[in-house]
Nanobody
Framework: QVQLVESGGGQAQAGDSLRLSCAASGRTFSSYAMGWFRRAPGKEREFVAVTSRNGGTTVYADSVKGRFTISRDYAKNTVYLQMNSLKLEDTAVYSC????????????????????WGQGTQVTVSS
């Protein structure tokens, strides 16, 4: 069992930066690939970014590539999402998720491949 708690969301203006954090507790943090997803109002949840167990593989959605960076701190059992150059369309509830993996480098993108989810944190970007 893994418990995930996100923080760092809030209000921002277009062009600003925010950093989301996701603190994990429970089973070994390093056993999981960690992903960020988001759900905008009236839309389905979508993949944002993922990092592998060893942090060596990271993949981003095209919509955030070059603006967002995912990273993980094993000492703090925390995964981060640094969001720069925020756009109005980044407004959403952001959730982190954990996917237990055998491979150190494998990443997954579909929500059904993630067993554990945080409660989400709201990010609102205004002009």
């Amino acid at each position: 069992q893994v418990q995930l708690v996100e923080s760092g969301g809030g209000q921002a203006q277009a062009g600003d930066s925010l950093r989301l954090s996701c603190a994990a507790s429970g089973r070994t943090f390093s056993s999981y690939a960690m992903g960020w997803f988001r759900r905008a109002p009236g839309k389905e949840r979508e993949f944002v970014a993922v990092t592998s167990r060893n942090g060596g593989t990271t993949v981003y959605a095209d919509s955030v590539k070059g603006r967002f960076t995912i990273s993980r701190d094993y000492a703090k059992n925390t995964v981060y999402l640094q969001m720069n150059s925020l756009k109005l369309e980044d407004t959403a509830v952001y959730s982190c998720a954990a996917s237990e993996q055998i491979s150190q480098t494998r990443v997954v993108f579909r929500t059904l491949e993630y067993r554990f989810w945080g409660q989400g944190t709201q990010v609102t970007v205004s002009s």
